[in-house]
């Protein structure tokens, strides 16, 4: 069973960058849909940002240009690369997959049903 993990949230400043990452376990490969999805307080979860089962990748408008996904196989792991923070983007952030969408460009992102625990992003004025 995919379980995971994220880590690499914290606090900043405007302006600041910040990595996180997405550790996955119970899976020997990673060519399946994935992405990152956001909820700040009081609000709706948003998703930021997908990786498709080929590797290809689309983003949301707000992270375009300041946000960066990829995946290592190697590894295990998904990485959101936020540069440009903006105190909007504080949010708790979460990993979530569906490892039945496997290969192909595209992903149904309302249909990822593993998630992981969240890992907070402040970013301050």
């Known amino acids: 069973q995919v379980q995971l993990a994220e880590s690499g949230g914290g606090s900043v400043q405007t302006g600041g960058s910040l990595t996180l990452s997405c550790a996955v376990s119970g899976s020997t490969y990673m060519n399946y849909c994935m992405g990152w999805f956001r909820q700040a307080p009081g609000k709706g979860r948003k998703g930021v940002a997908a990786?498709?089962?080929?590797?290809?990748?689309s983003y949301v408008d707000f992270a375009k240009g300041r946000f960066t996904v990829s995946r290592d196989g190697s590894k295990n792991i998904m990485v959101l690369q936020m540069n440009n923070l903006k105190p909007e983007d504080s949010a708790m952030y979460y990993c979530a997959a569906d490892p039945s969408q496997v290969g192909g460009d595209w992903c149904d992102l309302n249909a990822l049903n593993v998630w992981g625990q969240g890992t907070l992003v402040t970013v301050s004025a």
């Open positions: 990786i498709n089962g080929d590797g290809s990748t």
